[in-house]
């Protein structure tokens, strides 16, 4: 495809990537607990069905600011119809219901599915998506994907689980919108540290910083993905201890020590494995730049996954005010990083900046936590 067209296709899903954050709003986090604490099956499909009707909304609102930024022209460089079916992807996550067997605590049918659908994709991908002009067979193969895996695991719960969709009031859906407002807008500046790199980097550089940068930061989600699976599973056992505030304590403060460990190892073996590849088995400057920024993206591994982990305590302690003044005020702080980082060092100044960025929101939200959690801060 070449690394300008590769570069257009992930400053594409960067953008779509806002409507994925808005389409799954706070369900990842209010979902499972909702869920958990559902005594059974009818009380389920209520929580079920309010969750997919309010991400259907979301899906079509979306939909409708796409069509509005495109009139305006917010990306004339690119073919409208690729950001259209790359919106496929919000529309079918929609129907994505990991929140829910998060909530049953049945993820292995969740990592099964995906790894399924996404090993499909990929090998879509290297038959069919081999040229410049193949740039909207990718984008709609990745669309795909996510239908695949999203209805996979909707047939599962309700063929097994016996959870249906059922009517539900508006007033349902409306009080799901509201309950979780705060936790969705900390989402979205979440979502703004991850992406404003991209913006900077085209604005600055173009579509090669935006493909070098991109390609190692794709590979740095596979990372951070690898870590989420054990922050999932620790979620639904800590909403139990949810109004036992001494019990759920002595959880945080034994777990965190093995999270820690596990994840500074995790990220000290990606270095090894990485440079020893940089060193001994890649010679071409194709590969090498993107490696060196994927190092040096790998160099705060072990503080990404701790971002999740406080979100999910911040919900579990009803906090989502709080966690959404930090997550704001960090927000300044990225912005400031990757405008200055990124403009004098292009994608290797990118790199400094989320992983800057992220060192320093982990910090905040555990000493915040410790404070409402009345710990000690060490």
């Not at 019990?247 to 270095?271: F, T």
Request: glycine fraction near 4%; charged fraction near 10%.
């Amino acid at each position: 495809m070449g690394l300008n067209t590769w570069g257009i296709y992930l400053f594409v899903q960067t953008l779509i990537s806002y409507f994925i954050t808005v389409n799954n709003y706070s369900f990842d986090l209010n979902g499972p607990i909702e869920i958990s604490n559902a005594t059974d099956s009818k009380e389920q499909s209520i929580v079920f069905s309010k969750i997919i009707y309010s991400k259907l909304i979301l899906a079509i609102a979306g939909y409708l600011i796409l069509e509005l930024l495109l009139f305006i022209g917010v990306d004339t460089s690119v073919d409208s119809n690729i950001y259209r079916v790359s919106y496929l992807a919000v529309l079918f996550n929609s129907f994505f219901t990991a929140w829910l067997f998060q909530g049953l605590q049945r993820m292995a049918y969740v990592t099964v599915v995906v790894l399924f659908s996404r090993l499909i994709y990929l090998f879509l991908v290297f038959n069919y998506v081999n040229e410049k002009s193949d740039l909207l067979m990718l984008c709609l193969l990745n669309a795909l994907s996510y239908f695949l895996f999203s209805f996979s695991l909707l047939f599962i719960i309700i063929l097994k689980f016996k959870i249906h969709l059922v009517r539900v009031s508006l007033s349902h859906i409306g009080h799901s919108l509201i309950s979780g407002f705060n936790i969705f807008l900390s989402n979205i500046m979440v979502n703004f540290y991850f992406t404003i790199n991209f913006f900077f980097l085209k604005y600055f550089h173009g579509n090669d910083a935006v493909g070098i940068y991109g390609t190692a930061f794709k590979f740095f989600e596979v990372i951070l993905r690898s870590a989420s699976p054990i922050n999932l599973a620790i979620f639904p056992y800590l909403s139990k201890f949810q109004d036992k505030l001494v019990l759920l304590k002595e959880q945080v403060k034994r777990l965190e020590r093995y999270l820690l460990l596990l994840y500074i190892s995790l990220s000290v073996l990606i270095i090894l494995v990485a440079t020893l590849i940089k060193y001994y088995w890649i010679n071409n400057d194709l590969y090498t730049v993107p490696l060196n920024v994927f190092i040096l993206l790998n160099l705060f591994t072990f503080t990404s996954p701790f971002g999740q982990y406080y979100t999910q305590l911040f919900a579990i302690l009803d906090a989502g005010r709080n966690l959404l003044v930090i997550t704001s005020l960090i927000a300044i702080v990225s912005l400031f990083l990757s405008l200055s980082l990124s403009y004098f060092l292009s994608y290797y100044g990118a790199a400094l900046a989320i992983g800057i960025t992220f060192v320093i929101l982990v910090a905040v939200k555990h000493i915040k936590i410790k404070k409402l959690l009345h710990v000690k801060v060490y």
